[in-house]
């Protein structure tokens, strides 16, 4: 049955004015202020030549067209992409099987909090733990094991900052699919059970597919963190060796603060921002479509 389309009075009843909006507006003010405010500031900058000293020149669009025809540009998304091609799969699927091996467990809380640790630590002092224990010369490792020549070897050094990352990130991801595991009601499981199920039969049907809105959510997390990331880089291997770990939030740095193309970097903010609602929106709507 095709239902009628709404009203013009239904759509003014949806859209009546409420006294209690009015308490939402702080929060509204506060999101203007820090996030509208400051995007719309970029966008304006996008499209000036400014090195952040002289006078801003504007040139419209120009920027991106340089964007498009930018060798470097193009070398540190794919750099991105393969990062994201390593680091995504791995942070979701350790999330899931940690999860999955610590629930009900007598020791599911300890290690939760554990596994979460690392992401409580200061960047700063992580990144130096982690310089000082996996140094291939010097570091406190290479004594008990070969440790690979990451800062000569652009795929080491690709692993060695995915594994940081995962070292951070993935207690979180522990926590989410927990969080969801505890929400499937046992009953279920009990029923497949009783109906001759196997272990496996009951994951895939039952538990998985339950399990599909924390897996949403940890893959755009994940994609965002992967297409935005820059500290890692930044602190262990500064975009070498030989511009093999120059990630787009790398690259944006280099062109801001080390070149002085401001303008240029904030066409590139823009453009990372895009990509990274665009991978977002793609996948959550991919993992929908399949529910």
Same mark, same amino acid.
């Given at each position: 049955?095709?239902?009628?389309?709404?009203?013009?009075?239904?759509?003014?009843?949806?859209?009546?004015?409420?006294?209690?909006?009015?308490?939402?507006?702080?929060?509204?003010?506060?999101?203007?202020?820090?996030?509208?405010? =400051?995007? %719309?500031?970029? !966008?304006?900058?996008? &499209?000036?030549? *400014?090195?952040? #000293?002289? +006078? /801003?020149?504007?040139?419209? $669009?120009?920027?991106?067209?340089?964007?498009?025809?930018?060798?470097?540009?193009?070398?540190?998304?794919?750099?991105?992409?393969?990062?994201?091609?390593?680091?995504?799969?791995?942070?979701?699927?350790?999330?899931?099987?940690?999860?999955?091996?610590?629930?009900?467990?007598?020791?599911?809380?300890?290690?939760?909090?554990?596994?979460?640790? =690392?992401? %409580?630590?200061? !960047?700063?002092?992580? &990144?130096?733990? *982690?310089?000082? #224990?996996? +140094? /291939?010369?010097?570091?406190? $490792?290479?004594?008990?094991?070969?440790?690979?020549?990451?800062?000569?070897?652009?795929?080491?050094?690709?692993?060695?900052?995915?594994?940081?990352?995962?070292?951070?990130?993935?207690?979180?991801?522990?926590?989410?699919?927990?969080?969801?595991?505890?929400?499937?009601?046992?009953?279920?499981?009990?029923?497949?059970?009783?109906?001759?199920?196997?272990?496996?039969?009951?994951?895939?049907?039952? &538990?998985?597919?339950?399990?599909?809105?924390?897996?949403?959510?940890?893959?755009?997390?994940?994609?965002?963190?992967?297409?935005?990331?820059?500290?890692?880089?930044?602190?262990?291997?500064?975009?070498?060796?030989?511009?093999?770990?120059?990630?787009?939030?790398?690259?944006?740095?280099?062109?801001?603060?080390?070149?002085?193309?401001?303008?240029?970097?904030?066409?590139?903010?823009?453009?990372?921002?895009?990509?990274?609602?665009?991978?977002?929106?793609?996948?959550?709507?991919?993992?929908?479509?399949?529910?």
């Amino acid at each position: 049955m095709r239902m009628a389309p709404p009203s013009s009075t239904q759509f003014r009843r949806a859209w009546r004015f409420n006294p209690a909006h009015l308490f939402a507006l702080p929060a509204m003010g506060i999101l203007a202020l820090f996030i509208l405010y =400051p995007f %719309l500031d970029v !966008l304006r900058f996008s &499209t000036w030549d *400014w090195s952040g #000293l002289s +006078a /801003p020149k504007e040139v419209g $669009l120009e920027n991106y067209r340089q964007i498009l025809r930018d060798a470097a540009f193009w070398a540190s998304l794919r750099t991105t992409l393969y990062f994201m091609a390593m680091a995504l799969p791995a942070f979701v699927i350790l999330a899931v099987l940690l999860a999955l091996a610590l629930d009900g467990q007598r020791y599911e809380r300890p290690v939760k909090a554990l596994l979460f640790l =690392p992401g %409580l630590v200061t !960047l700063g002092g992580a &990144t130096l733990s *982690w310089y000082t #224990l996996f +140094a /291939p010369e010097y570091g406190a $490792l290479a004594a008990l094991v070969p440790i690979p020549r990451w800062d000569q070897e652009v795929f080491w050094a690709l692993v060695l900052v995915v594994l940081f990352t995962l070292w951070r990130h993935v207690g979180y991801g522990v926590l989410v699919v927990s969080a969801r595991l505890k929400a499937i009601p046992r009953t279920l499981l009990e029923a497949a059970a009783v109906d001759g199920a196997t272990a496996a039969q009951a994951f895939r049907y039952i &538990t998985l597919p339950l399990l599909r809105p924390a897996i949403t959510f940890l893959l755009v997390i994940g994609t965002v963190l992967a297409l935005q990331s820059y500290s890692a880089v930044f602190l262990l291997t500064r975009g070498g060796p030989f511009g093999g770990t120059r990630v787009l939030g790398y690259y944006l740095y280099e062109t801001g603060f080390e070149n002085f193309r401001l303008g240029y970097a904030a066409a590139i903010t823009v453009i990372v921002l895009i990509l990274t609602l665009s991978f977002a929106y793609a996948q959550a709507r991919l993992l929908r479509e399949g529910e």
